[in-house]
């Protein structure tokens, strides 16, 4: 249980750092910053996993880049994990905005590792914003390996996953 707890209080000191920085960028003139939700989809090696979570983009104005941040929380049929990811996302066009994306994440399940996307953004109106998310994540953990002779050896597995994600996000501050 102290390990949970540990890993709950590193994402909640991740997450206040982070909004205290994006906090102090409303300052700075010309910004813009999205909030959005989204629902995601997660098949993986036979199991359906399913996520809820949040959008925070921050980019300056008329850039080709955001910087952002979507925590979630992974859902399966007997736990839940949070996932606080940080990415850059490259802009590519104007009213069908075609974004790949680059970043590394952490999970409260001791689980970290980076993530590729690609994201595609329809503008609904001047205020809210629809978005689909497809990204490869790339999961690394510590794990055991027990010798014959009753040695153990700690060693680094992996494992990679796609998911698919919906939503909606709203521009703040314009």
């Known amino acids: 249980m102290t390990k949970l707890n540990t890993y709950f209080k590193k994402a909640f000191s991740t997450i206040r750092l982070m909004s205290l920085l ?3 960028s409303f300052y700075a003139h010309s910004q813009e910053f999205n909030v959005g939700l989204n629902l995601g989809y997660w098949p993986c090696q036979g199991s359906n996993y399913y996520s809820v979570g949040g959008n925070f983009e921050f980019r300056p104005k008329h850039a080709y880049f955001s910087i952002n941040t979507d925590p979630f929380v992974l859902f399966d049929k ?3 994990t949070f ?7 490259l802009i590519i066009g104007e009213k069908l905005r075609i ?3 680059a970043g590394g994440f952490v999970r409260t399940s001791g689980n970290y590792g980076w993530l590729l996307g690609i994201h595609i953004e329809y503008p ?8 689909s998310k497809n990204e490869l994540y790339a999961d690394h953990w510590k794990d055991t390996y027990y010798g014959h002779f009753g040695e ?4 680094i597995n992996q494992g990679r996953s796609l998911m698919f994600s919906v939503g909606v996000k709203m521009k703040w501050k314009k």
């Open 124 to 131: 609904i109106n001047q205020k809210f914003i629809f978005f």
């Open 83 to 89: 996932t606080e990811p940080i990415y850059l996302k």
């Open 99 to 101: 974004c790949p994306s």
């Open 78 to 80: 007997t736990y839940a």
């Open 22 to 24: 994006l906090s102090m």
């Open 152 to 155: 153990n050896y700690a060693y």
